[in-house]
């Protein structure tokens, strides 16, 4: 297993995930107890680190207001605004 399987995996177990490819290549998925990530992280300086700033990260936006639904819904708008735009432009050259 590389630091990025590693990290992925725990990024899952971050997320609330318990299945997945990630988790169970490194044997965390549903049913294990995730030792294998938590001895990965205390051997490894870079992904011990990586955890501590995700577990910050994650702390720090758990509070964070999303968008509004109006905010949502105008970016919604001109999303498919654009793309009926740019399908026009396709249509023209075809």
Known sequence: MTCADYRSA?????DGERTGAALTAV????????RGLTA???QC???RDWLAAAR???ALTAGAQGPS???SAGL?????????????DEARTA
Do not use: F, K, N, Y
């Open 10 to 14: 725990m990024s899952a177990q971050l």
């Open 27 to 34: 044997g965390a998925g549903d049913g294990a107890d995730g």
């Open 40 to 42: 990965h992280a205390e």
């Open 45 to 47: 300086a870079d992904c």
């Open 56 to 58: 910050r990260l994650r």
């Open 69 to 71: 639904a109006e905010w």
């Open 76 to 88: 919604l708008d001109r999303l498919l605004e654009r793309l009926d735009t740019d399908g026009d």
